[in-house]
């Protein structure tokens, strides 16, 4: 395939003189040396790259010709129009260049088009359902296969003892079995392209996909055996070597899963320690699944079987482990890598089908091995069916096993063994290439082209695509756990008894080992589904134009209740604080025009809505692990003004840390003053007040905790603010926070430092309200004196406990504008305007 | 074990307990004798401590509730046929179920219905039938990982409650839960093949 293309796509090249076999010399090579060529060919060292490139792109761009007619693709499956395209093109290659080329190599197939399909399939594999329907699928892939190699083969060694195959295909029943071998087993890359596109339900397709999948180990096994007898002479075979050939299944088709299990092993072990490297994350799946494909190659063992355990073991911890944004990484690479390979397989095949130098046509073979994989495919499924039905819950029902007999398409695997079968060998070989390739058009066009209307003539349950909702994920897994506790009472130890057991163990054993600390909480599949419904809700709502205080009916499906209680609360502060009780937001009212007003609702409402439980979650780490590092926010105020430059430097540290943390998390918005709110920072700097109003996300169990500190700060200070906050994208935020730790090592004396605030309008209001209470300052007044070490102690938890009552008692200082807006519980969690000083400049 | 009793005719009420769970002969022996294992000091009943001592009942969350549900009405003993009906909840769907059925009969044990009942009331603790806010909360800390805060849980319940709450009393009632569940198919997912 890499070899010239030069007489298709050389075409125009071929002024340069570019022939079939490139020059040495590009250029013309009777005239001397021209000294300094100002244009140069070097075709033949680009040659390879450059042809795999245009290949690619050939078929990508078939693809998006294909699927400019919707109603061309509805009708015809995509791999029936790749492998016409194939045709057509090896039609013109082979009319230009007077013999065939690019054909589909083994070599190629094996070692660079199979391996990306495999790992797409294994990695999204619906894990769930494959388990539940392993027995099924496991049945097929193995009794299933074999049934078909031995009966296919033996019905054609039949067939030419009847007469009914030509004399001239020299082959006997050892021969015949190889041949059935190959040809019997279902194919992947085939299955996935047509059932795809066919939705079916979700059972019925796993089991044909799952078994086309896992199968190939049979056939590994098969077809080597079957080789090596024929290459042995049929005489010479011992008994001991069929023994062999049984063991030698076990060996591969267990070998191959271990590998791919113990690649999957070390994968996800590695994306452990990704968390400074980012970036390469997306990379290390693709090169440990490859790894995996090729070392079961290298042992021959059932390589395919190895990368669909490698991407079936993996992904779980991986997913917990990678960021968001390799996340998606992984999924479109690998979903382009798949259907890039599997489009060029189909092409090849097309292309493949031309030459006929390979072909040895016998009407009897090719008509006898297409009865023959048919009938025995639909008795097979039929036999075996009747027998999982007595141990199924669900039985397959009729309709159910015509799809299965007829969906057993076969396709570029069986081409590729038939491909490197030995001529010298197996006489026949030209016949079983003709007979193949016949097998695999056959299937993939005609079978491809009728399953469609079949499955909805026969009303076949489709697959409906719902979307997931937490009640649904909630119950599945109280009926797991009801099922499993019913096991154990009627003392039977089955599937779900098994399933429980792996679980706790899973949880107790490989997830400590496997996954990072902080992404625990996505392997919970409540919480995941839980947080996915969140970005979703969050991102259809920005989609929607996210104007908050113009829609004031909104509602997400997420969280009504909070939302109009956010949104209440802010803008009646917005509206009402006015009067002077709270310079913050009067600035905010005043100076800003209704964009900004709404950027702050807007974030309040993301973050105390959406985003609230991780960053509480980050808040809580970080207020138990004081000992160490202090928080970011803590940080700011409180330790960096005591030793300058050390704790400066800590705060970088743990800011980037925390921005590491929050890039693990998807989109995050976090509001942050823009630099020309610097500016005006730096004026009411001069008021000795460095307001550089930050709102962070929420952390309120740590921020709850500082409330009763910050507000003994807040009364010594009066807060002017001429901020208004803008939405930043995380992206940028570790600029800003950068930005704002060098302004906090030129800054500040202790006495300017402004408390990290939680609570906007407490502290304005202790500052500015006629009736706050006295004692309350005075309380709260010596706290700020405390020396920075206590002020740490005092975040420690039993005194963050004690400062609980205290801060409710600052409840009813809020404004009543506040007060009955925001109910006291809720009010802490639903917004919590962080305010840190800009530094004093 | 068995050789206590090997013959179904040595069940009291057998013909009885078999119209109603629906149970064939076989399972019935079956659970028989588990009753027997089960009731290891020959009481005849089951006390909540004979279903504790299942080892793997203690480490599943929702152990003590499913035990809790064998013990209606806040009995403290466990018979045979009470045993069979709880279980019979748990049978295959046949396809003589919903075929040929009378009916004027009351709907059987292992009907989609009563198998959601029986989940339904592993939430609803009260028992007045609807899962507040603060038992999705319970049953939320029992399923999910300690390493999910109690603020998160707790916009994971409401999350919940809100999506199953229909008529916005701001809890589940079993309609709305067999509403939240109308697209699952709980006769494969609520079923255990050897009870057949």
């Known amino acids: 395939m890499l070899r010239a293309a030069l007489p298709l796509l050389g075409l125009p090249l071929a002024g340069a003189g570019a022939t079939e076999e490139p020059t040495q010399e590009p250029g013309s090579p009777g005239e001397p040396p021209p000294g300094l060529a100002l244009f140069r060919w070097q075709w033949h060292e680009v040659e390879a790259p450059y042809l795999v490139a245009l290949w690619i792109l050939v078929a990508s761009l078939a693809k998006i010709v294909f699927h400019l007619s919707r109603k061309v693709t509805s009708l015809v499956p995509e791999s029936c129009l790749l492998i016409l395209l194939g045709l057509v093109l090896g039609g013109i290659v082979l009319a230009v260049a007077k013999k065939a080329e690019y054909q589909l190599e083994p070599g190629t197939f094996f070692l660079f088009l199979l391996p990306p399909i495999v790992l797409d399939s294994g990695y999204f594999m619906p894990s769930r359902l494959f388990f539940d329907n392993l027995g099924a699928i496991l049945t097929y892939a193995v009794v299933g296969t074999l049934w078909n190699a031995f009966t296919t083969g033996a019905a054609l060694w039949g067939l030419q003892q009847a007469g009914l195959v030509a004399p001239r295909v020299q082959a006997g029943l050892l021969d015949f079995l190889l041949f059935g071998s190959l040809i019997s087993a279902v194919d992947p890359v085939a299955v996935l392209a047509v059932f795809e596109e066919v939705h079916v339900n979700e059972t019925l397709f796993i089991i044909v996909f799952g078994e086309s999948l896992l199968n190939d180990a049979v056939t590994v096994v098969l077809y080597k055996v079957c080789n090596s007898f024929v290459e042995m002479g049929s005489a010479n075979v011992q008994a001991t070597d069929y023994l062999k050939g049984v063991a030698s299944l076990f060996v591969v088709s267990l070998g191959g899963a271990a590998v791919g299990l113990v690649f999957a092993f070390l994968l996800a072990l590695t994306t452990r320690f990704t968390k400074r490297v980012r970036i390469i994350e997306p990379l290390l799946v693709f090169l440990l699944a490859y790894a995996a494909y090729l070392t079961a190659e290298m042992a021959s063992l059932s390589a395919i079987l190895a990368v669909t355990m490698c991407g079936l073991g993996c992904k779980k911890y991986v997913e917990a482990n990678i960021s968001h944004k390799s996340r998606t990484a992984v999924k479109y690479t690998m979903k382009t890598l798949a259907s890039c390979a599997e489009t060029i397989i189909f092409m090849l095949l097309g292309i493949s089908a031309v030459d006929s130098s390979k072909w040895a046509w016998d009407s009897g073979l090719v008509l006898g091995t297409l009865f023959f994989i048919l009938f025995f495919r639909a008795l097979g499924v039929v036999l075996q069916t009747w027998v999982l039905n007595q141990f199924r819950l669900v039985p397959l029902d009729k309709i159910d096993q015509v799809v299965m007999s007829y969906g057993g398409l076969r396709g570029a695997v069986a081409f590729a063994l038939v491909i490197l079968l030995d001529r010298t060998k197996i006489p026949a070989k030209d016949y079983f290439v003709a007979t193949t390739i016949v097998v695999v058009f056959f299937t993939v066009i005609v079978q491809g082209l009728t399953i469609k209307p079949l499955v909805k003539w026969l009303k076949v349950k489709r697959s409906e695509h719902h979307k997931p909702t937490l009640n649904q994920e909630l119950h599945e897994h109280t009926f797991d756990h009801i099922l499993a506790a019913v096991e154990d009472v009627v003392g039977h130890h089955g599937y779900h008894y098994w399933r429980d057991r792996w679980e706790q163990f899973d949880k107790k054993y490989l997830s400590q080992l496997l996954m990072r600390r902080s992404a625990y909480r996505i392997r919970d599949q409540i919480w995941d589904v839980y947080y996915r419904l969140n970005i979703r809700d969050a991102i259809s709502f920005v989609d929607q134009g996210g104007h908050v205080l113009s829609s004031t009916g909104l509602t997400l499906p997420s969280m009504p209740s909070r939302n109009s209680v956010a949104e209440t609360s802010v803008t009646n502060l917005l509206r009402e604080s006015g009067s002077g009780a709270c310079l913050d937001l009067q600035v905010i009212d005043t100076v800003r025009s209704g964009r900004d007003r709404e950027d702050a609702v807007m974030h309040h409402l993301l973050c105390g809505g959406l985003y609230k439980p991780r960053y509480r979650k980050d808040g809580m780490a970080n207020t138990e692990a004081t000992n160490g590092k202090p928080p970011r926010d803590l940080g700011f105020q409180d330790t960096a003004a005591v030793i300058l430059t050390v704790e400066s430097e800590e705060e970088e540290d743990s800011d980037s840390s925390e921005t590491e943390k929050e890039d693990d998390e998807g989109i995050i918005f976090v509001a942050r003053a823009t630099s020309e709110v610097l500016q005006e920072g730096k004026v009411s700097g001069s008021l000795e007040v460095c307001p550089s109003p930050r709102i962070i996300p929420p952390s309120p169990t740590c921020a709850e905790k500082e409330l009763p500190w910050k507000s003994g700060q807040g009364d010594l200070a009066v807060y002017v603010s001429s901020e208004t906050t803008k939405i930043v994208p995380v992206d940028m935020q570790t600029g800003w926070n950068q930005s704002i730790s060098s302004l906090e090592s030129l800054a500040s004396p202790p006495c300017t430092q402004a408390p990290a605030m939680t609570r906007l309008p407490p502290r304005s209001l202790v500052t500015e309200e006629p009736q706050a209470p006295l004692n309350l300052p005075s309380d709260l007044r010596p706290s700020f004196a405390f020396p920075p070490s206590l002020a740490k102690a005092g975040r420690s938890h039993s005194e963050s406990s004690a400062d609980i009552p205290q801060q409710q008692e600052l409840q009813p200082l809020m404004g009543h504008e506040d007060h009955t807006h925001l109910s006291p519980g809720t009010a802490n969690s639903h917004w919590c305007i962080q305010f840190n000083r800009g530094g004093r400049l | ?196």
């Open chain 2, 1 to 196: 074990m068995g050789s206590r009793s090997s013959h179904a005719a040595r069940i009291p009420d057998v013909d009885s307990i078999r119209r109603e769970t629906g149970f064939s002969q076989a399972s019935l022996l079956r659970l028989y004798h588990r009753f027997r294992a089960l009731d290891w000091n020959e009481k005849g009943y089951l006390s909540r401590v004979d279903l504790q001592q299942i080892g793997a009942l203690a480490v599943n969350p929702l152990g003590d509730r499913i035990i809790d549900s064998f013990f209606p009405d806040g009995s403290l003993h466990l018979d045979f046929p009470g045993f069979v009906r709880v279980l019979a909840r748990f049978r295959p769907v046949d396809d003589e179920d919903n075929g040929n059925r009378d009916p004027k009969e009351p709907e059987p044990l292992n009907s989609r219905m009563n198998k959601l009942r029986f989940a339904f009331q592993l939430y609803d603790l009260d028992r007045d039938g609807k899962i507040s806010r603060q038992e999705m909360l319970q049953v939320l800390r029992l399923m999910v990982g300690v390493q999910v805060t109690e603020e998160q849980l707790e916009s994971i319940a409401d999350r919940t409650v809100q999506e199953a709450d229909e008529d916005g009393d701001g809890a589940v009632s079993f309609l709305e839960f067999a509403k939240s569940l109308e697209k699952m198919n709980i006769e494969q997912k609520m079923s255990i093949r050897i009870l057949k």
